[in-house]
């Protein structure tokens, strides 16, 4: 019976030691889970190829990849939220999100309302119109009589409200109605991001219509000087934890990678 009740007690023993190292080793496992940041991320879903809803209704696109790939590096906890573009800065100020990773033009305008990281990418805006069109002249006078395009609540509006403000305007609830509008002849000439037209233009049937027209603009007033993250202004340790996770992805050739899978240049 002692031989017994000593087994008995060495096996209890040995059953609470493992249990104690169990539980030792589910320290660390929690405490690195509550190192990660939590973060929700607002994002339009209807601005390919940046970001935008695949035929499965997933979140696709290069504004999600650098998201992922950011959430990896800086260690946060991420969900992404769908928003319109008129709200989404009215709603990341009244917390309902965290950041905008959504292609977001750094503005000195936007800068009143929201903080911004370092860029992440950066794109000139340009004009764009049908390959039939007799257009060759893209100033005030040259578009006078003409029905120019833009996306609602965007740079490039706000760019054509100060500089064109004679011209007749159509405003576009989101990029694709505004291609949309370009093609089928509901307005002479749009006023776009670059690089998201690019995309239209080069990769898609009804994007064969049409042309850049002018210059590029650059204007650091309206279009600020790239695509930033943006987050509400006294939030500073996600601002310092996003712009390490940005050098990181930079030097270790994530995002060369990213790039190359949307684009046959540097958007750097």
């Known amino acids: 019976m002692l031989r017994i009740s000593l087994q008995t007690m060495l096996r209890a023993a040995l059953m609470a030691g493992g249990?104690?190292?169990?539980?030792?080793?589910?320290?660390?496992?929690?405490?690195?889970?509550?190192?990660?940041?939590?973060?929700?991320?607002?994002?339009?879903?209807?601005?390919?190829?940046?970001?935008?809803?695949?035929?499965?209704n997933k979140l696709q696109g290069f504004d999600i990849d650098i998201a992922n790939a950011l959430c990896e590096v800086g260690k946060f906890e991420c969900q992404?939220?769908?928003?319109?573009?008129?709200?989404?800065?009215?709603?990341?100020v009244a917390d309902k999100y965290d950041a905008i990773i959504s292609s977001m033009s750094m503005s000195l305008e936007r800068r009143?309302?929201?903080?911004?990281?370092?860029?992440?990418?950066?794109?000139?805006?340009v004009f764009i119109a049908r390959k039939d069109?007799?257009?060759?002249?893209?100033?005030?006078?040259?578009?006078?009589?003409?029905?120019?395009?833009?996306?609602?609540?965007?740079?490039?509006?706000?760019?054509?409200?100060?500089?064109?403000p004679e011209m007749k305007k159509k405003i576009f609830r989101s990029s694709p109605e505004l291609y949309k509008g370009l093609?089928?002849?509901?307005?002479?000439?749009?006023?776009?991001?670059?690089l998201a037209i690019y995309?239209?233009?080069?990769?898609?049937?009804?994007?064969?219509c049409c042309e850049f027209k002018g210059p590029d603009l650059v204007d650091v007033t309206y279009?600020?000087?790239?695509a930033g993250i943006a987050l509400r202004l006294d939030d500073k340790e996600r601002l310092t934890r996003l712009n390490e996770a940005l050098k990181s992805i930079k030097a270790d050739g994530t995002y060369d990678m990213i790039n190359a899978k949307y684009f046959p240049f540097s958007i750097q």
Do not use: C
């Not at 190292?21 to 973060?39: E, T």
């Not at 093609?183 to 670059?194: A, N, P, Y």
């Open 80 to 92: 992404f939220i769908i928003e319109k573009w008129d709200d989404i800065i009215p709603n990341l």
């Open 183 to 194: 093609s089928d002849g509901s307005v002479d000439i749009i006023l776009e991001d670059k």
């Open 223 to 226: 279009f600020g000087e790239g």
């Open 133 to 164: 069109s007799p257009i060759s002249d893209v100033s005030p006078t040259g578009l006078s009589g003409k029905i120019l395009g833009v996306t609602s609540s965007t740079a490039q509006e706000s760019y054509a409200n100060h500089l064109y």
């Open 199 to 208: 995309d239209w233009i080069a990769n898609t049937k009804a994007g064969t």
């Open 19 to 56: 249990f104690g190292m169990l539980l030792a080793a589910a320290v660390p496992i929690q405490a690195a889970a509550q190192d990660r940041m939590p973060m929700r991320i607002a994002v339009e879903g209807a601005f390919p190829p940046f970001n935008y809803l695949d035929a499965n």
């Open 112 to 125: 009143q309302k929201v903080a911004f990281t370092e860029k992440y990418y950066n794109s000139p805006s």
